[in-house]
């Protein structure tokens, strides 16, 4: 099991995963290789890395010139045209000890399922991904939305007029780099559908995740103020 420098939280213990192929543990999330069968075109193998908050990202390798980067399960599932699609817990796998096994079947859906429980007693709104465009090149950059500190940075990228491609908060690009292609964009991370436009599981009008009482936006402002106790 390859360990990266610096991992700060331990998702899954080493007994859990001691097991399942190509494991790599990071300072917030466990990845480990993954794939989904197509009777008509073989296995698509991709990376799945596992979030403590329940978010899953997958990495497609089905190609040397794929470059489909954090799908959700859904999406990849589509993705490699498996026929059957629309039960990922079950055609997407991973290898343990050499037997493809569907994550359904493993831990590794521990923190996801924990997720949707909490959801579905109303805790909170699973926030989907949002875009902010360029103000110089004009293309559109994707905001994760699945913690505090995540909401904040697409908070704050929004009320700044001049946001520029370099002002991205998670790595270093510049507007001569290409934007997620259209098809790509549809996926933002709804648990309900994967293209989802908009729905009332995957769009927040307002939360303790993405409102700030440090902030002097009115959005916030009108949301601190109505949410104080009388």
């Known amino acids: 099991m390859e360990r ?13 995963l001691q097991k399942i192929s190509g494991v790599i543990v990071g300072d917030d999330y466990v990845e480990v290789m993954c794939g989904c069968t197509s009777h008509r075109y073989g296995d698509a193998i991709a990376r799945l890395r596992v979030f403590s908050d329940g978010d ?6 089905c190609t040397p010139a794929c470059h489909e980067d954090k799908l959700s399960p ?23 000890e050499g037997d493809k096994v569907p994550l359904s079947k493993t831990v590794l859906l521990r923190y996801y399922n924990q997720t949707l429980k909490n959801n579905s007693n109303g805790s909170k709104v699973t926030h989907r ?37 370099c002002d991205y908060p998670y790595h270093k690009i510049t507007c001569d780099e290409e934007e997620e292609r259209v098809s790509r964009k549809v996926y933002k991370g709804c648990t ?29 402002l009108d949301f601190i103020t109505n949410t ?3």
């Open 129 to 165: 991904d949002e875009f902010v465009g360029c103000s110089r090149c004009g293309k559109e950059r994707r905001f994760r939305l699945r913690s505090r500190g995540e909401c904040r940075k697409h908070h704050d990228a929004l009320a700044e007029p001049n946001w520029k491609c």
């Open 4 to 16: 990266e420098c610096g991992s700060k939280k331990t998702l899954f213990n080493e007994d859990e």
């Open 74 to 96: 859904a999406a990849f599932e589509k993705h490699s045209e498996r026929e059957t699609s629309r039960n990922w817990r079950n055609n997407v796998w991973v290898f343990i």
């Open 192 to 220: 309900r559908s994967p293209s989802c436009k908009g729905c009332t599981s995957c769009v927040c009008f307002g939360c303790n995740l993405c409102r700030f009482a440090d902030c002097n936006c009115q959005t916030c």
């Open 56 to 61: 899953l990202q997958i990495t497609c390798q």
């Open 228 to 230: 104080k106790p009388i």
